[in-house]
């Protein structure tokens, strides 16, 4: 079975703070996603990487960045954290198609839920 | 711009009763089709896909779902709801960028 981990279930920051999320995948994917989910809002794609070093903007990028050292893990950086950003986080990760394509099934990791203060 | 359409908020059925949660998509292309689930305080799981082929796909504790081109709908269903159903379901179109659906939070009651 696919897992995929985050570093922690709940987080508390305050406004201003810089803030790291983590996410660990362990079957070698090459396709991994940050996501925040919104009552009503569904999930958006906040950023996506194919490779390592790679990374592609998703739908709501601003106030966020990542990074991808390693093949099995991404992390997510709020650079400066602000109240709109509490949230869920969730990350996911999928096999990679041809060209980087989007049409794998996700594996999701259990979520982080960020409050900021 | 793409979007996917989860037209209920909620769906309440009782137990045994068939399930059906919404789904339709505006999306170009021939977008891959997707269905997950969500339980309180976990991450999404998946349950079906559709990707060409027949227009039934079934899937994961006995969920299955239809796809209709010409409708642009793929809707999730079941023929005999379990109080352990309920949860919260999302539709995802993947063509050249990933869209979600709102949501469908669903109850079965006993």
């Known amino acids: 079975d696919v897992k995929v981990t985050q570093s922690s279930r709940y987080l508390v920051k305050r406004t201003g703070e810089k803030v790291f999320l983590e996410c660990v995948q362990d079957?070698?994917?090459?396709?991994m996603f940050w996501y925040r989910q919104d009552p009503g809002l569904g999930l958006r794609l906040i950023y996506f990487?194919?490779?390592?070093?790679?990374?592609e903007k998703g739908d709501i990028p601003e106030g966020y960045s990542v990074s991808r050292e390693k093949k099995e893990r991404f992390s997510l950086i709020l650079e400066s954290a602000s109240t709109n950003q509490t949230s869920m986080y969730l990350c996911a990760s999928s096999l990679r198609g041809l060209a980087g394509d989007l049409h794998d099934t996700q594996y999701f990791g259990p979520g982080t839920r960020l409050t900021v203060l | 711009a793409q979007s996917v359409a989860q037209p209920e908020d909620q769906v309440n059925v009782a137990e045994g009763n068939p399930l059906t949660v919404k789904c339709t998509y505006s999306?170009?292309?021939?977008?891959?089709l997707f269905w997950y689930v969500q339980y309180p305080n976990r991450g999404l799981q998946f349950l079906l896909k559709?990707?060409?082929?027949?227009?039934l796909v079934k899937g994961s504790y006995g969920f299955e779902a239809e796809f209709n081109k010409s409708q642009t709908s793929f809707h999730l269903k079941k023929p005999s709801a379990l109080v352990s159903d309920s949860a919260l379901y999302f539709c995802?179109?993947?063509?050249?960028?990933?869209?979600f659906g709102g949501g469908t939070r669903v109850l079965v009651k006993p």
């Open positions: 079957m070698d994917h090459e396709n």
């Open positions: 995802l179109a993947a063509g050249n960028k990933l869209t």
């Open positions: 559709y990707i060409t082929g027949d227009n």
């Open positions: 990487s194919y490779d390592v070093k790679m990374k």
């Open positions: 999306v170009s292309g021939n977008p891959y």
